[in-house]
Structure formats: C-alpha cells, structure tokens
C-alpha cells in the first residue's frame, strides 16, 4: 500500500542514508545519517474512542487508546519518519477536541486527523434504549433529539472544533473522517438483536451525521475522508463484520470498529487521501 508523498519521501530519504554509511567510508557513519535523514512528520490524531481504536485490541489506557487504532498504523507503518502524539479519547465530544485535545498542536505540527461527531449525538445510547420494548418512549425522545442536534447544535460545534485546530495548527494537513454505517441493508441480520426499522434508522443516523461533518471540513477547507464506501460490505448484518456487534455491549465497544475495521476500512482510506500537502 502506498505511503502518503511526504511520509514516502522521508523513508527514502532514511534508506539512503543507511546506504551512505554502508558504503562512505571517508565520512564517519552518524554524521551522514544525520545529514541525510529529515526530522519526523510531527502527527496528532485526535478524536474520540474510534480514533482511539477502543475495542480494536486490548488495551489498559484509560482513554481506551490501542495498538490497533488507525493513528498507531500509521505512525507504525511510516517506520520512524512519523512521530505520533495521541489525545484521541474514549467519549470525547466535539467540544472536548475543541478545547481540551488542541492543547496538543502547535504551528510545527505537520499533520492532524480527526474522527469526532458520533458521541455529540449519543447515538449508541438511544440505539441500546429502542432494542426494550418497554422504552418505546424513550426511543422516540431519543431520536427526536438527535435529530435536533443535527440540525443545530452539531454543525455548529463541528465548526468550532474545526476552527480550534486550523487555528492550533496552522501549518497542518488536517484531515477528518466519518464513520461507517453500522447495519448493511439486509431483512436477515443473524446474532443482532436490532429491528429492521431501527437498523434503516441508525444508518440515516449515521449517514446524516458524516454529511455535516462533510460540509463543517469544506467550509473550514479541511480535507473530509468518507469511510463509509471501504466498510461496504463488512457492516453488521454480513458475513465479515468489521464492526463490533453485541458481543461488545457489556464492554462499552459495540459498534466500534475492529483492529480488521482500523486496518483495512480507516487506514487504507486516509492514506488513499493523501496526507502529505495541504487540501
């Protein structure tokens, strides 16, 4: 798979100079490794537990942080030309990235990736409360408000957190993904216990919520990576999930991504967005 330009160059640029010092025995070998190699791609990856890679591989960081989070492939794969900074937390809001996470960048951060929006809406909340029958009325209170926190509230504190980091971190490619839908669109869902109805429901959830994280990246001239398309196929409901399903209710990591999910749906999809130049 191919590296981002910047990150490619930088593994060059690093094989090279192990070439020098195999091979120039005029020039002590530590100095034409330092001549030669660029100092690392300054990286922060902030967000909440689906950034974090919570559920993915286990883990004992309070923040749900993991080996198998995209933001730790990506740092892994680079081979030491990135040097990786992770705030990303389980449960953080957008605010939370837009006040507390930000604290992280500074004008030499080179690269920023995001994942946020999903908790602002509790949707895994309201979507465990509709599986009792006995809560019909809170399902339905339940979506009503998300539904209005699409409509206000959200757009504007996903401008606002865009604004905080563009402002941290000016210098930065900055990049903010979506999410997957949950549920592939299916009558037979074996082993998930969600009705048809909420299961069209959730995905609309989810679909209207990675297009206002779409148009908050284009008015804030941030790159916007759909990770909806790589998951096509691996939703709940199929064969090959790369979603968690109710096995992951008691730890909290239900419809979280899997390290298969982190590996092969988010991964490959940032670096597909090219994550070397500006947008």
């Not at 950034?51 to 286990?58: D, E, L, P, T, V």
């Not at 339940?142 to 206000?152: D, E, K, V």
């Amino acid at each position: 798979m191919p590296y981002p330009t910047a990150i490619f160059r930088r593994v060059v640029a690093a094989c090279a100079a192990m070439a020098m010092t195999s091979t120039a025995w005029a020039a002590p070998a530590a100095v034409a490794a330092r001549a030669a190699a660029p100092d690392p791609l300054q990286y922060v990856a902030l967000g909440d537990s689906v950034a974090a890679g919570h559920g993915a591989a286990s883990t004992g960081d309070a923040c749900g942080r993991s080996s198998a989070a995209y933001p730790t492939l990506l740092a892994r794969q680079a081979h030491g030309s990135i040097t990786l900074r992770f705030p990303a937390c389980t449960g953080a809001t957008t605010i939370d990235v837009a006040t507390r996470q930000v604290a992280t960048l500074s004008r030499e951060t080179d690269l920023v990736t995001i994942t946020a929006g999903a908790n602002d809406l509790g949707v895994k909340q309201v979507l465990l409360a509709c599986q009792s029958p006995a809560r019909v009325a809170a399902c339905r209170t339940g979506y009503a408000a998300i539904n209005r926190r699409l409509s206000s509230a959200l757009p504007r504190d996903l401008a606002r957190m865009m604004r905080a980091v563009t402002t941290a971190a000016p210098n930065a490619r900055i990049v903010v993904t979506g999410y997957p839908l949950p549920f592939a669109r299916t009558r037979r869902c074996a082993g998930v216990p969600v009705q048809p109805a909420l299961r069209v429901r959730s995905n609309q959830v989810i679909h209207q919520l990675n297009a206002a994280i779409a148009e908050a990246a284009r008015q804030s001239r941030v790159r916007y990576v759909d990770v909806a398309r790589p998951f096509t196929g691996h939703e709940l409901c199929t064969a090959r999930p790369w979603l968690i399903g109710a096995e992951g209710i008691r730890d909290n990591t239900v419809l979280h991504p899997t390290a298969a999910g982190q590996a092969k749906g988010y991964f490959p999809a940032l670096v597909e967005a090219g994550l070397a130049g500006r947008p």
